[in-house]
């Protein structure tokens, strides 16, 4: 069953994700959305496990030693570091999340991508289509990978620096919601075969509505079970973003 495009006009970041909730939800998509949802299950009770054992090691391994007679400030930095180990575990999870669900991910906002030009309402899943799909994709993410590790590594450098750490949290932060939008909008653009540099500096041009997308999607997926299904939902309206803003007058 056909349907006619979408309105190309341009959405702020969270009716993007918004409509891609909607669109992950409907009929013809919902089948696409099954395998990344599992993946994201099993990395998540995986990432709660692993969490629950090890934060208090964690949190205290980044606290800066202080002299007894500022011992007082240990409270008010106590809830600073346990906010930057989160956003690190977070993050940490997030990106592998992504890695492993790549092929699925590629796929389904090549679908997406499909009906939200009125091309095709409900999209076949083919097997042979996703495996064609997994080398490039894969790829590709080794690429957003090349480009993360040097960055985030800095910043857990800065993380373990006294006094310069407490701007770690912040940087973490800003970093995280810049990813989103870079991890998000490159499957729509990959699979529009844009290199990655161009990739790049086409969201750069649209900065603010790339970080209002990136942000967005961030909030959400902090929100425990309700991220296995905003990462999918993240895709869809990454793809409607791709979609609008380049065709958008």
Same mark, same amino acid.
């Given at each position: 069953?056909?349907?006619?495009?979408? /309105?190309?006009?341009?959405?702020?970041?969270?009716?993007?994700?918004?409509?891609?909730?909607?669109?992950?939800?409907?009929?013809?998509?919902?089948?696409?959305?099954?395998?990344?949802?599992?993946?994201?299950?099993?990395?998540?009770?995986?990432?709660?496990?692993?969490?629950?054992?090890?934060?208090?090691?964690?949190?205290?391994?980044?606290?800066?030693?202080?002299?007894?007679?500022?011992?007082?400030?240990?409270?008010?930095?106590?809830?600073?570091?346990?906010?930057?180990?989160?956003?690190?575990?977070?993050? /940490?999870?997030?990106?592998?999340?992504?890695?492993?669900?790549?092929?699925?991910?590629?796929?389904?906002?090549?679908?997406?991508?499909?009906?939200?030009?009125?091309?095709?309402?409900?999209?076949?899943?083919?097997?042979?289509?996703?495996?064609?799909?997994?080398?490039?994709?894969?790829?590709?993410?080794?690429?957003?990978?090349?480009?993360?590790?040097?960055?985030?590594?800095?910043?857990?450098?800065?993380?373990?620096?006294?006094?310069?750490?407490?701007? $770690?949290?912040?940087?973490?932060?800003?970093?995280?919601?810049?990813?989103?939008?870079?991890?998000?909008?490159?499957?729509?653009?990959?699979?529009?075969?844009?290199?990655?540099?161009?990739?790049?500096?086409?969201?750069?041009?649209?900065?603010?509505?790339?970080?209002?997308?990136? $942000?967005?999607?961030?909030?959400?997926?902090?929100?425990?079970?309700?991220?296995?299904?905003?990462?999918?939902?993240?895709?869809?309206?990454?793809?409607?973003?791709?979609?609008?803003?380049?065709?958008?007058?």
């Amino acid at each position: 069953m056909k349907q006619g495009p979408v /309105s190309l006009a341009a959405h702020s970041g969270p009716q993007y994700l918004r409509e891609g909730i909607r669109l992950v939800l409907s009929p013809g998509l919902r089948l696409f959305v099954i395998l990344p949802i599992g993946i994201n299950l099993l990395l998540f009770v995986g990432l709660i496990w692993l969490a629950i054992s090890q934060f208090s090691s964690w949190v205290a391994a980044i606290m800066p030693s202080l002299p007894d007679w500022l011992g007082f400030l240990e409270y008010l930095l106590w809830p600073l570091f346990v906010l930057l180990v989160l956003l690190i575990v977070f993050f /940490s999870f997030t990106m592998l999340a992504n890695i492993i669900a790549a092929p699925f991910n590629g796929f389904l906002a090549e679908k997406v991508e499909r009906v939200v030009r009125g091309e095709d309402n409900a999209p076949p899943f083919d097997w042979a289509e996703l495996l064609a799909m997994l080398p490039r994709t894969l790829g590709r993410e080794l690429r957003k990978l090349a480009y993360f590790a040097p960055r985030a590594l800095a910043l857990l450098v800065l993380s373990f620096i006294p006094v310069l750490n407490i701007l $770690a949290a912040p940087l973490w932060l800003l970093f995280g919601v810049w990813m989103m939008a870079v991890q998000y909008i490159d499957y729509p653009a990959d699979n529009n075969k844009m290199s990655w540099q161009d990739m790049l500096v086409w969201l750069r041009q649209r900065r603010w509505q790339s970080l209002s997308f990136g $942000a967005v999607t961030y909030a959400a997926l902090l929100v425990p079970l309700v991220n296995l299904l905003i990462m999918p939902a993240a895709v869809a309206g990454a793809t409607l973003f791709w979609v609008r803003e380049r065709e958008s007058p």
